[in-house]
């Protein structure tokens, strides 16, 4: 079917739907969240065991989500088994601009499966055609009452949740970050090398120059001396003319 637009109704024969405008931004914008919108989402830790979301604008699945303060989502007790843990997430719950039966973006707060042994990030489940763009995990172990920033994984700016950088542009931090690293290893490397490499040619001139003064020092200093002056003098030729 071939759609277009946008024109003026003329007793009401127009009528265009909100997937109509999501498809000219998807020409136009890459899923992400926008990088020079607010505070990108970026998650802090708040007192006790609360979470703050700030700021950011993200556009995902067709349609987008606008946050213009700080979000606070409570994040439940903590395991109270000893050695227990979990991993809950903080996700963008986004619905296509079509015509899902929810209507509205949120932020949504998934509590983990907690476990003795290596607890997994939660996955949340789609029933209505939404997408889970996760913004940050948080580990919790047993007897926790505060959450700290250590404890929290920021997910905005890797693969899972990029940047809009600008028109048709993403920024996927963990993919500059993989470069990055690869090219400090090749500098490493490369230099190790050339330095592995005068390290052994100033070795070697140093082993030569010890040797041939050890030949010089080895025995009676003194009398090598002598013979060296000796050895001048006898080379220097004296003329009746000179004296």
């Avoid at 009528?15 to 505070?39: C, K």
């Avoid at 996760?134 to 693969?159: A, D, E, R």
């Amino acid at each position: 079917m071939i759609h277009s637009g946008f024109f003026n109704a003329r007793n009401h024969d127009r009528q265009y739907y909100a997937s109509d405008i999501s498809r000219l931004f998807n020409s136009l914008i890459i899923d992400g969240v926008f990088q020079n919108v607010g505070n990108q989402f970026i998650a802090r830790a708040g007192s006790g065991m609360h979470v703050i979301i700030p700021s950011g604008m993200g556009y995902f699945n067709s349609s987008w989500i606008f946050n213009d303060n700080d979000y606070i989502q409570n994040i439940a007790d903590a395991p109270y088994i000893a050695n227990y843990k979990r991993i809950d997430g903080i996700f963008l719950k986004m619905y296509p601009a079509t015509d899902a039966d929810t209507r509205i973006n949120s932020i949504y707060y998934m509590k983990g499966t907690e476990t003795g042994g290596t607890p997994a990030r939660p996955v949340p489940t789609s029933t209505d055609g939404e997408v889970y763009k996760p913004i940050c995990y948080i580990s919790v172990n047993n007897g926790v009452t505060t959450i700290t920033q250590s404890m929290i994984t920021n997910m905005v700016g890797t693969s899972s949740t990029p940047f809009v950088s600008g028109i048709l542009k993403t920024i996927n931090a963990q993919t500059l970050l993989t470069q990055w690293n690869a090219e400090f290893h090749e500098w490493m490397t490369e230099n190790e090398i050339q330095m592995d490499a005068w390290e052994s040619a100033q070795q070697t001139d140093f082993e030569e120059w010890f040797d041939g003064l050890r030949i010089i020092l080895d025995g009676d200093v003194a009398g090598h001396l002598q013979n060296e002056i000796d050895e001048i003098i006898d080379g220097i030729v004296i003329t009746a003319d000179e004296i």
